[in-house]
T-cell receptor
Framework: GDSVTQMEGPVTLSEEAFLTINCTYT??????LFWYVQYPGEGLQLLLK?????DKGSNKGFEATYRKETTSFHLEKGSVQVSDSAVYFC????????????FGRGTSLIVHP | DGGITQSPKYLFRKEGQNVTLSCEQN?????MYWYRQDPGQGLRLIYYSQIVNDFQKGDIAEGYSVSREKKESFPLTVTSAQKNPTAFYLC????????????FGPGTRLTVT
């Protein structure tokens, strides 16, 4: 079945550092890929998405490129801020008519001033 | 603005009592979901519904029940049979057109003592 593997956290960075959170997936067909962000005590919010190979999703300085050859969708940001501290989830869309997305376990990011 | 509302934000109950968590959406989505999230953990699917008057068990349905009498509403009942009900509960809906993006509510934190 479909699966998403994310790097384990927490990831701890200083403000203005470069961020990479790795995400790889296994899927049948051609799923869309998503990154969601969850701030403490809140629900998940869509951060960015990509719908086909080589697409780059971007939002709020975050980027991720859909790499079919490496089945990856790594999240990057050039300069993180304290306000980016949150949990980040990689996900792939429902496929095969099941309408059940597949999520990674989430990666906690802590940014220190 | 379209979105998903969950109420209440915090809920406290005594052991042995059933409790119902509310979820309403005005996104006109057919599919709705309930997830459970424990500290430091990912999302676990409790129940989902693809259409009104139909719903399916997810990975951890024991001790929970749902109904789907209206497209907009998908309430979750946590019964006294649920052995460890204290958790953060997230409701979501999904647009069944590609890229099958999922939208989340703000969550309800349930504490049972």
């Amino acid at each position: 079945g479909d699966s998403v593997t994310q790097m384990e956290g927490p990831v701890t960075l200083s403000e203005e550092a470069f961020l990479t959170i790795n995400c790889t997936y296994t899927a049948t067909g051609y799923p869309s890929l998503f990154w969601y962000v969850q701030y403490p005590g809140e629900g998940l919010q869509l951060l960015l998405k990509a719908t086909k190979a080589d697409d780059k999703g971007s939002n709020k300085g975050f980027e991720a490129t859909y790499r079919k050859e490496t089945t990856s969708f790594h999240l990057e940001k050039g300069s993180v801020q304290v306000s980016d501290s949150a949990v980040y989830f990689c996900a792939l869309s429902a496929s095969g008519g099941s309408y059940i997305p597949t999520f990674g376990r989430g990666t906690s990011l802590i940014v220190h001033p | 603005d379209g979105g998903i509302t969950q109420s209440p934000k915090y809920l406290f109950r005594k052991e042995g009592q059933n409790v119902t968590l509310s979820c309403e959406q005005n996104l006109n989505h057919d599919a709705m979901y309930w997830y459970r999230q424990d500290p430091g953990q990912g999302l676990r699917l409790i129940y989902y519904s693809q259409i009104v008057n139909d719903f399916q068990k997810g990975d951890i349905a024991e001790g929970y029940s749902v109904s789907r009498e209206k497209k907009e509403s998908f309430p979750l009942t946590v019964t006294s049979a649920q052995k460890n009900p204290t958790a953060f509960y997230l409701c979501a809906s999904l647009n069944r057109d590609p890229p099958y993006e999922q939208y989340f509510g703000p969550g309800t934190r349930l504490t049972v003592t």
